[in-house]
Nanobody, 119 residues
Framework: QVQLVESGGGLVQPGGSLRLSCAAS????????MNWYRQAPGNQRELVAT???????VYADSVKGRFTISRVNAKNTAYLQMNSLKPEDTGVYYC?????????????WGQGTQVTVSS
């Protein structure tokens, strides 16, 4: 049974920082690409950052230079370091991965963690 559990959200002032964590179980973490999505009220869920199994990272333009995605395979955990936070970064942040076999691709989501950037 695959589980993704996020933590680290909260309320922070503009310009502040937060680090989100995603603890994974039930998968061979080292070969799984890990993604962070976010969803603001009234908006569609959007991809924020991806880290491949090899450690390469890709970011949405809106967070480049401010957010850093990383992974520690020995801990089965992915991270999202968020600096210089803006009010528009507010939303629920979700951890996500996809596992591919010859027959199917299965997506897994965490329960989400709320990030609120406000003074």
């Amino acid at each position: 049974q695959v589980q993704l559990v996020e933590s680290g959200g909260g309320l922070v002032q503009p310009g502040g920082s937060l680090r989100l964590s995603c603890a994974a179980s039930g998968i061979i973490f080292s070969i799984a690409p890990m993604n962070w999505y976010r969803q603001a009220p009234g908006n569609q869920r959007e991809l924020v950052a991806t880290v491949t199994s090899g450690g390469s990272a890709v970011y949405a333009d809106s967070v480049k230079g401010r957010f850093t995605i990383s992974r520690v395979n020995a801990k089965n955990t992915a991270y999202l370091q968020m600096n210089s936070l803006k009010p528009e970064d507010t939303g629920v942040y979700y951890c996500h991965t996809e596992l591919k076999t010859l027959l199917r691709t299965t997506a897994y989501w965490g329960q989400g963690t709320q990030v609120t950037v406000s003074s």
